[in-house]
Structures are given as C-alpha cells and as structure tokens.
C-alpha cells in the first residue's frame, strides 16, 4: 500500500500570510501531482513534479518534489481568500501496472479577509 | 473540447434502491476513474478502466457496486441496495494512459443522498 500523508489536516490563516502543507510518504513516486478543489467541485490539476528536487512555480504558489521523490511541499506566499480550498497531492509509480494515483486525504486552508 | 461531465449533479434516494450514475469523459481519453469522497475527507478509489476492462477493482467497497464501461468512452457505476453509509460524492476522472504522467481530469461530481 503506497500512502501519503498530508499535513496539516486543517489550516486557518489571515490574508497576507505565508503557509506551507506537506505530502510525505515512505514510498517512490514516480511522479506527484497537487490539485486543489473547491465546494461542489471536482480536483482541479496545480501541477505535476517528476523530478527529484524539481520546483515548480504557479504564481504565488511554489512546489516542490523531494530529492529522494518521496515528498513534496506546496508553499503559497501573501494567502488571499481565493486560495480557500482543500489541497490535495496525489502520487503515480510508474512501476505499477494498474496506472492509479494514491491520494492524500488533504489539507483544507480557510483564507480569512 | 468539454472536459469530464457526470449525471445527476445531484441524487437522493431511499434506502435499498438502487442508483445508476454516470460519467462521460474526455473525448480521447482511454482511462477512465472512479472515486468516493466523504465529507470533509480526500478521494477513495473505487475502480479504474482501462478501455472497457478494469483492471483494479480493488477499491469497491462491496459486491453492491459495479460498474461498466462501453466504447471505451462512458461509464455507470451502479449501487445496488442503498444504504445510508454510502452517502458521499462520487467522482469520475479520465486521463491519457499514454500520456505521462497520467494527468487526470476530474468531473463535478454526484451528491449521493441516502435516506
């Protein structure tokens, strides 16, 4: 079973400050993507990171996939109410025949005015 | 150019029915995902298509569930004997399987409701 733990669960700031969530696993990916879903909504892909210590940067938002590709941080810089949202990271291995992706259960960030 | 639709937004139902829900993915994509999401928690795998067969159905919950796939392109997910537990959002994604690294798509989702 390849599992990732997210943290922190829950996530309660001001507008204006810096944030961090974490995706850690004890397993290989070979690939790991982080979406971001709103009320009513489905998962909406952020990015995806493939290489090892690879950083990615989306506006505000900076990622980043471990050396060893067995973790990743998602960093958003200045919150704003609009970032509000569940977080999720999901990984792929590329070795496994049944093409899936393992999901974290999420940090959900509330952005408050 | 549309992206994931599914069928009913939304659905209540009485316990012991039996429901049919619905996903058309993106046209072209040859993988197709079915996940359940409860309240407040992330996405639990239920089943994934490659083409019409299914490789893992190692996420179905019980034999209550099924699902199919025909054409290579829409899926039902069928629960048979409601009950309340199965409550939750059920959501379809589809992605490119030769399309690293596997990017998915993800639909609105189905509010199932059981009463």
């Known amino acids: 079973t390849q599992l990732l733990e997210q943290s922190p669960q829950f996530l309660s700031i001001q507008e204006g400050e810096n944030l961090t969530v974490y995706c850690n696993s004890s397993?290989?990916?070979?690939?790991l993507q982080w979406y971001r879903q709103e009320p009513g909504e489905g998962p909406v892909l952020l990015v995806t990171?493939?290489?090892?210590?690879e950083v990615k940067k989306l506006k505000r938002l900076t990622f980043q996939f471990g050396d060893a590709r067995k973790d990743s941080s998602l960093h958003i810089t200045a919150a704003q109410p609009g970032d509000t949202g569940l977080y999720l990271c999901?990984?792929?291995?590329?070795?496994?025949?049944?093409?899936?992706?393992?999901f974290g259960r999420g940090t959900q960030l509330t952005v408050w005015p | 150019g549309a992206g994931v639709s599914q069928s009913p937004s939304n659905k209540v139902t009485e316990k012991g029915k039996d429901v049919e829900l619905r996903c058309d993915p993106i046209?072209?994509?040859?993988?197709l995902y079915w996940y359940r999401q409860s309240l407040g928690q992330g996405l639990e795998f239920l089943i994934y298509?490659?083409?019409?067969?299914?490789?893992?159905k190692s996420g179905l919950p019980s034999d209550r569930f099924s699902a199919e796939r025909t054409g290579g392109s829409v899926s039902t997910l069928t629960i048979q004997r409601t009950q309340q537990e199965d409550s939750a959002v059920y959501l379809c994604?589809?992605?490119?399987?030769?399309?690293?690294?596997?990017?998915?798509?993800f639909g609105p989702g189905t509010r199932l409701t059981v009463t």
């Open positions: 994604a589809s992605s490119q399987w030769d399309s690293v690294p596997y990017e998915q798509y």
């Open positions: 999901a990984g792929f291995d590329r070795g496994s025949t049944l093409g899936r992706l393992y």
């Open positions: 046209s072209g994509h040859t993988a």
């Open positions: 397993s290989v990916f070979s690939s």
């Open positions: 298509f490659q083409g019409n067969s299914a490789p893992d």
């Open positions: 990171v493939v290489t090892g210590g």
